[in-house]
């Protein structure tokens, strides 16, 4: 930053031009100083709970009691080991990649079909349905949450895992359809015309050339889609009774209800459903980012 | 539908060949989208509809029949039960609290942390890194986390016993306290907000023309200037959209009230949409699912003028 403000200025002639450009020689340390000092602050508060949450993972039955110190004196994994054979953390993973995996697979498969139409086909119709399908981000959560549970009580997947799938599924319809058509629209249409020249059919253009195309898309909405569901709870709450086909969101608030609950055994199953999502987040950010930009420029 | 050129390379094809394509693309069209209408139709339509229609009666979930009771649950709400009325208007006031204030910390939050993190090069990934995991995160095991780092043994009377800040601390739990426990709540949610708000600002500082900022470093502007007089008039844009989406989310949303104190102590931190939450699943054999429907759909009504005073704003100052 500096070195661009030296350079910008150098080139300008003139004594105002220099005592700018020297002024800035020492008020711009002092300026990176202070950037650097609040980002490191803010940082530290980013990450405060998770620090503390690591911490009470580590510490044993007795010293979670104590206070909040951050360093535990006998760090050990037993609280975490406990928490994912004894206490059933395994299966609530198993049951979370389940819903997580078929959350997001059907939603790649609905609205990347649905997508192409809106966004490459020609249909009589295809405004006024897009606009519907839009038209559901503004309808609050609450307004719905009953009629569904009701709504799966009718069907008989009460209670089911794919109960919650569905409207799970449905859900991102919205943010799906408007980012997934956007970056088919993008695709020129020489490439369309050309694979029709080469006698290939809608469904052989859509899985040949639109899919690969526009792959960076399809890892956002994965993602878009997969980290609030793996994150799911209240809907996951009114829904599920059986604690076979519980969620890791749902099994932790179920810990924290019935057993006396023990902070130390928490916070492990809390680092338990957190530690997936930030490896993936750190893995593939590139995508996410893009995707939060795009949905709201769109 | 009126450019024919660019659908068709070639000049000879007949107008029945042509229209033929048309017809096959259409209909490749609607089996395109079929798997979504029929999964919006059921989830989509039929709920909203059931929602909206349950907002006009009375029912408490078993009982075969609905009690049609017209606008009345809405009345009840909003000035007639002498019960609901002042419940409804005291976390309706609490709810307007957190709609305002929570957007307010976000920007003053997430503009400035966006101007640092647009300065510098040397670990500029890593931050946003760190400050986005907030975010991806974000639900019941983070809101845990708080919980454990807010009570009266917590990490945060910790340390400020330890930093000689020890009659900041709170013996009850900033979470137990009536008086600390809304504002605690509000601080945590805006923790969870500014990552997107931050991001959004990031993009939109980068899209600034770097000889905007030049000129204004030439004429002797300070960093600070620079920051307040032409950076944050140029991405207005972007605040119109960082407060439409947390005053839509600070009003809808309440899985952080449910879970980090369900409305307590005493009801200090009751809002408006855990009033709904509650009425619709925590009311035993009463008949309160359509007073449950009616709030949400006024919670809703609220949200679309915001959006519409938003949209207005920010299209009068670009």
């Known amino acids: 930053m500096t070195a661009s403000i030296l350079s910008g200025t150098r080139t300008e002639p003139g004594e105002r031009a220099a005592r700018v450009a020297h002024a800035h020689g020492s008020s711009g340390r002092v300026a990176r100083v202070v950037t650097y000092l609040l980002l490191t602050v803010y940082a530290v508060i980013s990450l405060y709970p998770f620090a503390l949450m690591v911490s009470g993972a580590l510490k044993d039955d007795k010293e979670i009691l104590l206070d909040g110190h951050l360093i535990p004196h006998n760090p050990t994994l ?95 319809a919205p943010l799906s359809i408007l980012l997934l058509s956007n970056s088919f629209r993008s695709v020129p249409t020489e490439l369309r015309e050309s694979a029709r020249c080469d006698g290939a059919g809608e469904l052989r253009t859509f899985f040949s050339i639109y899919l690969p195309t526009c792959r960076p898309a399809l890892v956002t909405i994965a993602l878009l889609t997969a980290i609030p569901t793996w994150n799911e709870y209240v809907l996951t709450r009114v829904s599920l009774n059986d604690t076979s086909t519980f969620t890791l969101p749902i099994a932790l608030q179920n810990l924290n209800s019935t057993v006396s609950p023990q902070e130390n055994v928490l916070m492990a199953a809390s680092l338990i459903i957190v530690l997936p999502v930030i490896i993936l987040f750190v893995l593939l950010q590139r995508y996410f980012v893009n995707g939060l930009q795009g949905a709201v420029k769109g | ?97 957190v709609v305002l204030v929570v957007p307010a910390l976000t920007v003053l939050g997430g503009f400035p942390l966006a101007v640092a993190l647009n300065r510098i090069r040397f670990l500029r990934s890593m931050f946003r890194t760190v400050f986005f995991l907030p975010y991806v995160t974000a639900g019941i095991a983070v809101f845990y986390a708080w919980t454990y780092v807010l009570q009266p043994t917590g990490s945060l009377n910790y340390l400020l016993r330890h930093l000689g800040l020890g009659s900041l601390a709170q013996p009850q739990g900033f979470l137990g306290n009536p008086t600390t426990a809304l504002p605690t709540l509000i601080v945590v949610m805006v923790w969870g907000a500014i990552p997107v708000a931050m991001i959004l600002y990031l993009t939109g500082l980068q899209a600034i023309d770097s000889s905007v900022i030049d000129a204004a470093r030439t004429d002797g502007a300070s960093g600070f200037r620079i920051m307040t007089a032409v950076m944050w008039p140029l991405l207005r844009p972007i605040t119109a959209a960082v407060i439409l989406l947390n005053m839509r ?14 409305g307590g102590p005493g009801g200090h931190t009751e809002v408006l949409g855990l009033e709904a939450y509650n009425l619709a699943f925590f009311n035993g054999l009463k008949p309160t699912l359509g007073l449950s429907s009616a709030l949400g759909w006024m919670l809703f009504v609220v949200a679309l003028l915001l959006a519409g005073v938003n949209l207005r704003v920010l299209r009068s100052r670009v």
């Open chain 2, 1 to 97: 539908v009126t450019d024919v050129t660019s659908e068709s390379p070639t000049t000879v094809p007949a107008a029945s060949s042509f229209r033929r394509r048309r017809v096959r693309e259409a209909l490749t069209g609607y089996a395109f989208v079929l798997p979504a209408v029929a999964l919006f139709g059921v989830m989509g339509v039929y709920t909203v509809g059931y929602g909206f229609a349950l907002s006009l009666a009375r029912w408490n979930g078993f009982t075969p029949n609905w009690t049609w009771v017209g606008f009345s649950n809405y009345l009840d709400l909003l000035y007639r039960d002498p019960i609901l009325a002042p419940e409804t208007r005291s976390d309706g006031i609490r709810t307007l609290v």
């Open chain 2, 249 to 262: 989310e600070a009003l809808q949303g309440f899985q952080i009230f449910l879970i980090m104190t369900n």
């Open chain 1, 78 to 172: 037993s609280t975490l080991n406990r928490t994912w054979n004894e206490l059933d953390f395994l299966r609530y993973f198993g049951n979370s990649l389940v819903v997580t995996g078929a959350t997001t697979l059907g939603v790649l498969v609905v609205y990347s079909l649905a997508g192409y139409a809106f966004g490459v086909l020609r249909f009589p119709g295809r405004r006024p349905l897009y606009g519907l399908f839009l038209s559901l981000l503004f309808v609050p959560g609450i307004t719905v949450l009953l009629p569904i549970v009701i709504l799966q009580q009718k069907l008989g997947i009460l209670g089911t895992q794919l109960g919650i799938i569905l409207p799970f599924i449905n859900g991102t």
